[in-house]
């Protein structure tokens, strides 16, 4: 898989945190259920690599780790099933150790040094992340200029009504966020209310 093909299925990834694990499989069948089919689950929790083998097995979810920060994440990442990984920066460290284990990688940037530090290392589809703290539309409007081949998916500090803004740039096909899985509708249970965000962000317009 090519981390750009994340972006055919929707115009927004979930950023799922998942502190009890009983919670993972019902969250990835109420989001795909919602037609969200690509699923972000940070690896910020002790339970989240078992989430991410539960998730796996649900019928049309396509699961990948965040907060892939050192080589143990991505391998751990990929022993447990992600097809994908996301990490919040980008070091050398992170790139050649999914490269060795067979993750793709979307690497998060917030400067132009670190654009060319993942395009050093053949990465031209990233996360810009903290995108709205970082610097935002005017930002992502600064890099396409010398990044014309660069693609983004901003994540940090969007909501459904910023999205659509973030969605109309040229150089930004997808956008993450963590609105879609609000910590109290997990705990709660209130797995309908996840499938109506689910909708909600599929139809957003790019
Ligand atoms: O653990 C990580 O590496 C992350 O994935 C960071 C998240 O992308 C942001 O925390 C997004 O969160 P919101 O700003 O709530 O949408």
Known sequence: MNTL??????????????????????????????????????????VALEAIRAMCAVPGAIVGAGTIRSAADARAAKAAGAVFGVSPGYTAEVGAACREVGLPLLPGVATASEVMAAQADGLNFLKFFPATA?????????????????????????????????LGLPNVKVCGGSWLTPADAVKAGDWARITQLAKEAGALRR
Request: glycine share 10%; charged share 15%; hydrophobic share 50%.
């Open 134 to 166: 970082a610097g935002g539309i005017p930002m992502l409007k600064a890099l396409a200029g010398p990044f014309p081949d660069v693609v983004f998916c901003p994540t940090g500090g969007i909501t459904p009504a910023t999205a659509p803004d973030f």
């Open 5 to 46: 093909d994340l972006v055919t299925h929707g115009p927004v990834i979930p950023v799922i945190v998942i502190d009890r694990l009983e919670d993972a499989v019902p969250l990835a069948e109420a989001l795909v259920a919602g037609g969200v089919r690509v699923l972000e689950v940070t690896l910020r929790t002790p």
